[in-house]
């Protein structure tokens, strides 16, 4: 295109970003998208989810909340699809706190999945729940599994049984009646 004299716009940033997260080079993305940048370009939300999606895959997640950050900045908003890959990377490395932070960020924006990534969404809530009982946060556990059932979210077996294994491990067997309340 450049010995052509063509300027390469949106769509074909766009497509040449996809392509490189979809292959596994996703920081060659990133360079590409700050060069769009510098050209004056305006990504685009595609642009945005996808190098969040390939970052993500990627396992580099503080480059996907960055780009995360600037799309918010730009004005653009998120969907509950992007805002799942990146709760779900910090679920994959054990940085639960951080997962649930994006979660209750999520909520609070409004941000709700709709038909296609609502199973998606029970799952990861359901996970970050199981992976703070895990690292024996109980409290924030429970606050979460609250939210989950206040917002008609399903709540999983194995959940339930991670909340009561903490709660007894707390040495708070009785809080693990609240659950089936």
């Not at 052509?4 to 074909?12: A, F, L, M, R, S």
């Not at 049984?161 to 491990?169: G, I, M, N, T």
């Amino acid at each position: 295109m450049k010995t052509k004299g063509i300027e390469p716009n949106v769509y074909t940033y766009s497509s040449l970003m996809d392509g490189l997260c979809k292959n596994g080079h996703s920081s060659q993305a990133k360079e590409l998208f700050e060069r769009m940048i510098r050209k004056r370009q305006v990504p685009n939300t595609i642009i945005y989810s996808s190098l969040i999606h390939g970052l993500c895959r990627d396992g580099k997640l503080n480059d996907a909340v960055e780009i995360l950050d600037r799309m918010k900045v730009q004005g653009l908003k998120p969907d509950a699809g992007l805002y799942s890959k990146i709760i779900n990377g910090f679920c994959e490395i054990n940085k639960f706190l951080e997962a649930v932070n994006f979660l209750d960020e999520m909520v609070l924006a409004g941000i709700t999945p709709n038909r296609v990534t609502w199973g998606l969404h029970v799952r990861i809530h359901n996970r970050v729940v199981q992976g703070l009982c895990a690292e024996g946060d109980l409290n924030r556990a429970f606050q979460l599994y609250m939210s989950l059932r206040s917002r008609g979210i399903s709540v999983e077996a194995n959940t339930f049984e991670s909340l009561v294994h903490c709660a007894c491990k707390k040495g708070r067997p009785s809080q693990s009646c609240s659950y089936y309340r």
